[in-house]
């Protein structure tokens, strides 16, 4: 199961109603975290997440919105003794930026932390993958793809009969195996199993003017998370962002199942902007409030509100 945790849904300022940019993605007990604005981990106190289990950040830019957040995040993770290593990512100049404010300050972390300046890559973890992808901000920016690993088709059970296979550890090992010898017979897991199930895949655009590779990376996503500050192209002036009807477009034309509109400019009411987005998008979206989380289940997203939860 996976969960995208919106601690901070506004962009350029935090106000009373939202926090600038940070998303977590929870995923078999680790919490992966894209973009660290000002206040997240206040955000991930309110939400009851620990610094702890984040291993990897990965910066879209260097903004003040989308990175002042870490000097307190790894405080934190200090205070609490951590020990395992942290994991930074980002585009030209991040090891530039980290190394200078780490030294900010009468303060030094006591556990190693990684800082990774990368561009255009594909990171495979255990069971997921990373990959960044160029946007345009004006200034270097990524945005990123997380990808989990396509999964096995499900076990049926006439092929199962057919071979004499029962439930058990034989299961077991022809999953870990691929393929086993039974009966005298060769049979490999695809023989037994149905269709390949792909994995889940998120896109988070980070800041971005409309680009083309935005719509490349989110080919068939299941979710697009797409800055849309704008509500119209005159408002947007020589800033490099998005409006929310460039967003529904890039969706449409990339195929995602679901769109988030993200990164709100603090001059519109929430109901200004639903309103908007109601009008110009022919897509399925949402508009995320902060602590919003949305669940991946059996190929549907389910969408609710933490603070909701524990009222």
């Known amino acids: 199961m996976l ?20 998303i977590a993605l929870r ?35 260097f903004h003040g919105d989308h990175y002042l957040g870490l000097a307190a995040l790894i405080q934190t993770m200090n205070l609490w003794d951590r020990e395992k290593p942290l994991h930074i990512y980002g585009p030209k100049y991040t090891s530039q930026f980290i190394q200078n404010f780490l030294n900010s300050g009468f303060f030094r972390p006591g556990f190693d932390i990684h800082v990774h300046e990368i561009g255009e890559v594909r990171l495979k973890f255990s069971d997921y993958e990373i990959w960044s992808f160029k946007v345009e901000h004006g200034i270097p920016a990524l945005g990123y793809v997380f ?24 299961l077991g090992k022809l999953e870990k195996q691929g393929q086993i010898e039974w009966n005298g017979r060769i ?14 895949k998120v896109v988070y655009t980070g800041d971005t003017e409309p680009c083309e590779r935005v719509r490349l990376f989110a080919e068939n996503a299941d979710l697009l998370i797409h800055e849309a500050t704008y509500l119209r192209a005159e408002d947007r002036g020589e800033g490099y962002h998005t409006t929310v009807g ?34 110009l998008c022919d897509v399925p979206f949402v508009v995320p409030k902060d602590f919003d989380v949305l669940t991946f289940k059996s190929g549907r997203w389910e969408m609710r509100n933490l603070l909701e939860d524990w009222q």
């Open 3 to 22: 969960e995208v945790i919106f601690l901070g849904t506004g962009g350029i300022m935090p106000n009373r109603e939202r926090n600038v940019p940070a």
């Open 27 to 61: 995923y078999k007990g680790e919490i992966i975290l894209f973009d660290v604005g000002e206040g997240t981990m206040r955000q991930m106190s309110t939400a009851k997440l620990s610094p702890m289990k984040v291993e990897k950040i990965f910066i879209t830019h």
């Open 147 to 170: 990808k989990e690993k396509d999964k096995r088709g499900k076990f049926l059970p006439e092929k199962l009969a057919e071979y004499g296979l029962s439930e058990g550890p034989i």
């Open 187 to 200: 049979i490999r897991l695809e023989d037994v199993t149905g269709p390949r199930r792909k994995g889940v």
């Open 246 to 279: 460039e967003a529904c477009e890039i969706a449409k034309k990339a195929k995602v199942k679901l769109l988030a509109l993200f990164h709100r400019a603090f001059r519109y009411t929430y109901d200004e902007y639903v309103a908007k987005a109601r009008e």
